[in-house]
C-alpha cells in the first residue's frame, strides 16, 4: 500500500474528524484524559487548518489514515519557554499540531516527521503531560525537550524541537 501526504481538502473534514476521535480514543485509554477535550479540535478548527494551508492528511491508499496540521513560524505560545529554551530562538521554523491517525496505520508519526523534516530542517512540537504515547514519538525521532510553553488557555504542554542544522540540499 502506498502512503502519501498532501494537503486536506475540505469535503474531508468528516473524515479527518473520524480519525482525531479514534485517536481521542488511543489518548483515553493510554491515561491521557485531559488533552483534546470540549469538543477539541473541532471542525472549524480543521477547516480553517485547511483554509490557511496547514492541514495535511495522511493515505495509505485510499483510506484517510492521518491528519496534521503543519504550520510556518512564529507560533505565538511559543514565544515565552519556562524551564529551558529553545535549540534556537531565531531561525524560522514550523510547527506541527493535532497529530492525529487511526490505530490498525503504522508509523504514521515517521512518515509524517520525514515529510516535514524534508520540507524544514527547524521543526517545534508540543504535547500534553499525559500524552506518554506522543512523547515516546518524539523522543523517539530525535527531539530535544526544550521547556514548558503556556497555551492561550493557560494550560501547559512540553515542548520540543529538532534543528538539523546541516540541511541536506533539496532536489528539484
Request: net charge negative; with cysteine.
Amino acid at each position: 500500500m502506498q502512503r502519501l501526504i498532501r494537503l486536506a481538502r475540505r469535503e474531508e473534514v468528516p473524515a479527518i474528524l473520524t480519525v482525531i476521535e479514534a485517536a481521542k480514543d488511543i489518548m483515553r485509554r493510554s491515561g491521557n484524559t485531559g488533552q483534546w477535550i470540549n469538543g477539541y479540535p473541532s471542525a472549524a478548527v480543521i477547516e480553517n487548518d485547511i483554509d490557511r494551508g496547514y492541514g495535511y492528511v495522511v493515505t495509505d491508499g485510499a483510506a484517510l489514515v492521518g491528519y496534521f496540521a503543519f504550520i510556518p513560524s512564529p507560533e505565538p505560545t511559543y514565544a515565552v519557554i519556562y524551564d529551558g529554551a529553545w535549540l534556537d530562538d531565531f531561525a524560522p521554523y514550523h510547527v506541527i499540531h493535532r497529530i492525529a491517525s487511526v490505530p490498525e496505520a503504522h508509523g504514521i508519526f515517521k512518515s509524517l516527521m520525514d515529510w516535514c523534516f524534508q520540507r524544514d530542517p527547524n521543526i517545534r512540537v508540543d504535547t500534553h503531560r499525559d500524552n506518554r504515547i506522543m512523547q515516546h514519538c518524539i523522543d523517539a525521532y530525535g527531539f530535544t525537550y526544550c521547556g514548558i510553553i503556556l497555551l492561550e488557555s493557560g494550560d501547559e504542554r512540553l515542548a520540543y524541537q529538532r534543528y538539523i542544522r546541516e540541511f541536506p540540499s533539496r532536489s528539484t
